[in-house]
């Protein structure tokens, strides 16, 4: 599971996801760490979901270390905090994101090494 943080348009929309320069002192994401924090949920910075079609800087987002369980009551309580009780965002700037395991094997070759060196000399 991560989160991503997006500034929003006057119509309470989420734009793009926030500039390199912008995410450490964005105030919804000190508000994630925060909770996540006092509730002794680990998390950790990550990158975007890697693409070989594009390049993109650490824009904040975080990685969160709790299993995807909704019969469980941290994770319960996670996505409540995260999600509105319809399932939007509460924060249209937070995006919460589990992805399947499976989703996460459609990549597994970018660990492979010498990937990144191989796709760089043929980008």
């Known amino acids: 599971m991560f989160v991503e943080f997006r500034r929003i348009d006057g ?11 912008e995410w450490s002192s964005w105030h919804p994401r000190e508000k ?6 006092a509730k002794g949920i680990g ?3 990550c ?5 070989t079609n594009m390049q993109m800087s650490y824009r904040g987002q975080i990685y969160i270390d709790i299993r995807y369980e909704p ?10 905090f995260l999600e509105g009780p319809n399932g939007p965002v509460i924060n249209a700037g937070v995006r919460f994101y589990c992805l399947p ?5 459609a990549n597994a070759a970018h660990d ?7 796709w760089a000399e043929e980008f």
Do not use: R, T
Not at 32 to 37: F, P, T, Y
Not at 71 to 80: K, N, T, V
Not at 101 to 105: D, K, M, P, S, V
């Open 47 to 51: 990158g975007h979901i890697a693409s």
């Open 43 to 45: 998390w950790s910075p």
């Open 11 to 21: 119509n309470g929309k989420g734009q793009e996801i926030i500039a390199a320069h």
């Open 101 to 105: 395991y499976e989703a996460a094997l």
């Open 112 to 118: 492979s090494p010498g990937f990144w060196e191989k």
């Open 32 to 37: 994630v760490i925060d909770w996540l924090d």
């Open 71 to 80: 019969s469980d009551a941290l994770y319960a309580e996670l996505e409540g």
